[in-house]
């Protein structure tokens, strides 16, 4: 087996140059993926069929030659395993019908990972097809940040539904939070049996909640997820990211007991310097940063890597790739990464 730089540094080494992958690095900005997701009907369509799903989560690595390679799916297959009805339209993002009291009463388990036998098919060919070297990253949403979409129906400008929804119906919040960590826990169980190295969770939305909040409805939920996972899986790295978590990073890993922090590219440097000191870090860079390119492009990839080269350190954006990012940025970012000395 080759060497999987992101693994090792996953497990607390320090590899320089480091090990890079992005955020959504199988999606629009490819016009191979525009091309496969033509053939594929809709957006869930792709994500359910093993085919088309391993031939997307592959082009990028074909591409760019990514150290990681995350598996291409969507963090709302997780509420439609569990019978919510769930479209993607076109400018408009993901639908669901809103969930009430009632609705988290009646979520149906029973079906949950027949449903996603196709992830878990997808997983099993990826570790086959990609080269050695590259380590497979399984991924899920984090119980907050998919209960939002749950609770409004789509995604909103501050997640406000969720958050009266939280604070007016404490009792149903936490039964919808308490059922989707748990499936997401087997989720990601299932995706790591299947052969994925680490595992991701994406908490997008973080950065809307007060301290309290924060504490109950982010780190909680991921703690408990992290226990059940190392139950069955003690040594798979996990790498939490609550995306905008500000001064509340700091706290995260230690109290959810995740191995990694995702940092999103508002955490300074000095910030994410000290981060390191208790673990792997991944991030940081603004995602304009590559849409613009040049010196602005140039600028933030050498701040990172001079902030970040002395320890654990895989570089990723701090948010996904946007449509718009032109291909040839993110090969001029790679080279400055792979040629830094």
């Known amino acids: 087996m080759g060497q999987r730089k992101t693994l090792e540094v996953l497990r607390g080494e320090t590899v320089f140059p480091p090990?890079?992958?992005?955020?959504?690095?199988?999606?629009?900005?490819?016009?191979?993926?525009?091309?496969?997701?033509?053939?594929?009907?809709?957006?869930?369509?792709?994500?359910?069929?093993p085919d088309l799903a391993v031939e997307v989560t592959l082009q990028p690595i074909r591409r760019f030659g990514f150290d990681a390679s995350i598996l291409f799916s969507d963090i709302l297959v997780v509420p439609h395993a569990l019978g919510r009805d769930l479209r993607f339209e076109e400018g408009r993002g993901p639908l669901l019908t809103p969930i009430d009291v009632g609705g988290i009463a009646k979520l149906e388990t029973s079906g949950f990972h027949d449903h996603l036998a196709p992830v878990y098919e997808t997983v099993r060919r990826l570790r086959r097809e990609l080269p050695d070297e590259t380590t497979l990253l399984g991924f899920c949403g984090a119980p907050w940040t998919v209960a939002t979409y749950m609770i409004a129906g789509h995604g909103t400008p501050d997640q406000a539904p969720a958050r009266m929804f939280a604070l007016e119906q404490p009792e149903a919040f936490s039964a919808l939070i308490d059922c989707l960590a748990d499936c997401s826990a087997e989720y990601l169980i299932r995706q790591i049996d299947?052969?994925?190295?680490?595992?991701?969770?994406?908490?997008?939305?973080?950065?809307?909640?007060d301290e309290l909040?924060?504490?109950r409805w982010c780190v909680r939920p991921v703690a408990r997820m992290v226990a059940k996972i190392r139950e069955k899986h003690p040594d798979t790295p996990i790498i939490g990211f609550p995306k905008g978590a500000g001064a509340l990073y700091a706290g995260y890993r230690r109290e959810t007991g995740v191995t990694a922090l995702g940092l999103d590219w508002t955490v300074?440097?000095?910030t994410a310097r000290r981060l390191q000191a208790e673990g792997a870090v991944q991030g940081n860079l603004d995602p304009f940063?590559?849409?613009?390119?040049?010196?602005?492009l140039h600028e933030g990839v050498d701040a990172i890597i001079e902030a970040l080269r002395h320890g654990p350190f895989i570089f990723n954006l701090g948010h996904g790739i946007t449509p718009k990012t032109p291909v040839e940025h993110v090969e001029a970012m790679l080279k400055r990464i792979r040629e830094a000395q």
């Open 289 to 296: 940063r590559l849409i613009a390119g040049g010196e602005a």
């Open 268 to 270: 300074p440097l000095g």
């Open 19 to 49: 090990p890079v992958w992005m955020m959504r690095q199988a999606g629009r900005y490819l016009p191979e993926y525009r091309e496969t997701r033509k053939q594929a009907g809709g957006f869930l369509d792709l994500c359910y069929n």
């Open 194 to 209: 299947a052969g994925a190295d680490a595992v991701q969770i994406f908490d997008s939305w973080a950065g809307v909640l």
């Open 213 to 215: 909040s924060f504490e």
